[in-house]
């Protein structure tokens, strides 16, 4: 290009993070466990209980977040704080301190972007079958009611389920249950069915009771290369893309099964039991936007048609593992990849948002990108991270070549604004612009420490992502 399009005026640079993996506070005002809190925790690092203290630090936080210059911060409820059994009573506590952090973000003219659901299912319900059962998709209904209600006049943007095909095709890359086993395909394929209908539902929902509000699905996604151009690593790439990407956001946004991704669970006996009146929710249900999480791409080649599909690299949530007599996960040798082995493209990003504006024409909203990093704080209270500057800013470069291409962006929020709990790699990985300081274990002070990339993203921002 000559010229690239500016960002626009109202974009919604912003920052991301979720309940569980910030908040701690895990059994307090009335909260109640849910799945992750009772996960099988490794026990080498930290597990949710006390997270980053945001709990109790919310105001100093929100602080943090006006003074970065954020317009926009992604956060998710805990269902357990607002229902503690999943579906008896509303608990007030839970409502009064969301309502405190919501006003907290409007002093400072924050746009609050809400996440119904960020992987922390009430455990009561777990117990009572969860997503397994269909009565999971009534309880859903009824706390995100209780949300639209009481949040309803004070936020615009809403997310539903957060990362549904991370928790069906990677369930162990959150976590494991108490009892170590995950549930086998067929179960799996059950609950994502009835986590489209409780989605469906709650956007339908969510259209009703505030018709001012927007809403849209927030899935992980990404693009799949080739290893090579023989047409069967290219069917295997594309059969990957479609069943981790396509087949999830074909359900939420054009209300109907894709037709490849209906093939292979019939082939496999995995079809989950669908109603005749799912369809017309699934139907009925419009999202305004898509919410996306973009990290990395991955590579794909041609099954082997054996167990050599699969290749387990320990400890890699994004990169594909593999699936046996579907495709195999291959290496790119032109990318770098980040400390802990997450492919880093940039450009991937751009291709990613091409590919799901032209399929769904829809606004899209970046809700999570970013670099888990072993970050060190130095003797004089700074944390150099280069690294993070270098990731972010290639991504927004990508990000407005993007918009020039003609996708409608309407925001960024990089994972995570401030340093939370990995998914299972503790605080020794870390992705924020604000370091927290406390240990796997020893909590010490908590102090909030602004790191390099901080004052980097402030400056982006003030400049709407224009810096030379
Ligand atoms: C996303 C999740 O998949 O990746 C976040 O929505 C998660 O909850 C993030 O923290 C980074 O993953 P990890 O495993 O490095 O914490």
Sequence with gaps: YKTLKPFPQNFLWGG?????????????????????DMYCHPEDVADFKVASDHYHHYKEDVRLFAELGLKAYRFSIAWTRIIPDGIGDVNQQGLDFYHNLIDELKRYDIEPIVTLYHFDLPYKLDKQGGWSERSTIDAFVRYTEVLFQNFGKKVKYWLTINEQNTMILHPGAIGVPENGKLPDKKTLYQQNHHMFIAQAKAMQLCHTLCPNAKIGPALNITSMYAETCRPEDAIAAHNWETIRCWSFLDTAILGRYNALFLSYLQDRGLCPTILAEDLVVLKNAQPDFIAMNYYSTATIAASKGNASDISARAGDQQIMLGEQGVYRAAENPFVDKTAYGWVIDP??????????YERYNLPILITENGIGAPDKLNADNTVNDDYRINFISQHITQMQLAITDGVELIGYCPWSVIDVVSTHQGYGKRYGFIYVNRGEFDLKDMKRIKKKSYFWYQKLIKANGQLD
């Design 16 to 36: 991301s993070t979720s309940a569980y993996q910030f908040e701690g506070a895990w059994d307090e005002d009335g909260k109640s466990p849910s799945i992750v």
């Design 347 to 356: 450009i991937g990003l751009r291709l990613t948002l091409r590919k799901v």
